[in-house]
């Protein structure tokens, strides 16, 4: 059975959490989603369907593209889903193809937290400091 796309943000939710959707109904409508390039779109079915083939899609697009927006969804449906060798590969291809928001996102998200010993500036040492402040 074919389900046309919901072009409305609505008739989406609807699908989406309706009793009657069936995991097969929404990893069809996630596949057609994903041919048309709406991953975020697909994601939310996949997710909703527990279909692993469709969310291993979305993974392998995030990682090729540096999509760490996508990554980020993954990461909070399963964090299984995502290893630091994922995130940082996604850093460098996303920092690589120009997308410098998204390699900054993952060097905040791996930032140690302010106020540890790893976060604290390193002491200056006598005679360190620049001319301007003697």
């Known amino acids: 059975m074919k389900v046309a796309l919901p072009t409305n943000y ?3 939710r609807d699908l ?9 109904v929404l990893s069809r409508t996630g596949k057609d989603f994903l041919a048309q390039e709406r991953y975020s779109d697909a994601l939310d079915f ?3 369907a527990n279909d692993n083939d469709g969310i291993a899609e979305i993974k392998k697009i995030a990682l090729a593209s540096g999509d760490t927006f996508l990554l980020a969804r993954l990461d909070r449906f ?7 060798d994922d995130w940082q590969a996604a850093a460098s291809k996303a920092e690589s193809s120009g997308r410098s928001s998204m390699a900054r996102f993952v060097a905040r998200k791996f930032a140690p937290p302010a106020g540890t010993a790893a976060a604290a500036k390193p002491a200056e040492l006598p005679g360190s400091a620049p001319l301007a402040e003697v």
């Open 46 to 48: 996949f997710e909703k």
């Open 78 to 84: 399963n964090a299984k889903w995502v290893t630091l």
């Open 10 to 12: 609505i008739k989406k």
């Open 16 to 24: 989406l959490h309706s009793q009657s959707s069936s995991p097969g």
